[in-house]
Nanobody
């Protein structure tokens, strides 16, 4: 079994900061890309940021300069530092990891989601 557990969401005022964490546990290895997606009510799930095993990153245009993604390979954990939050950042945030699991094949694993709400 592979489990991704997110933490760090919550309610914050516009201009504030939050740090999301996502830790993988279970029979997971050779983790490649790690990322964060978000989904607002009535909208599709969109990529926020992604970090490769090499450390390379890419971001959605809407969060560039405000959000920073990082990873700790030793802890199988990915982070998302969110600064200068805006009401339009309100969404459920999901982490994802591309890795080999118990079936010894490459799969995409997802967390359960954490709510981020930014008040104006």
């Amino acid at each position: 079994q592979v489990q991704l557990v997110e933490s760090g969401g919550g309610l914050v005022q516009a201009g504030g900061s939050l740090r999301l964490s996502c830790a993988a546990s279970g029979s997971i290895f050779s983790i490649g890309a790690m990322g964060w997606y978000r989904q607002a009510p009535g909208k599709q799930r969109d990529l926020v940021a992604r970090v490769m095993r090499s450390g390379g990153t890419n971001y959605a245009d809407s969060v560039k300069g405000r959000f920073t993604i990082s990873r700790d390979n030793a802890k199988n954990t990915v982070y998302l530092q969110m600064n200068n939050l805006k009401p339009e950042d309100t969404a459920v945030y999901y982490c994802t990891m591309s890795a080999f699991g118990p079936a010894l094949k490459l799969d995409d694993y997802w967390g359960q989601g954490t709510q981020v709400t930014v008040s104006s």
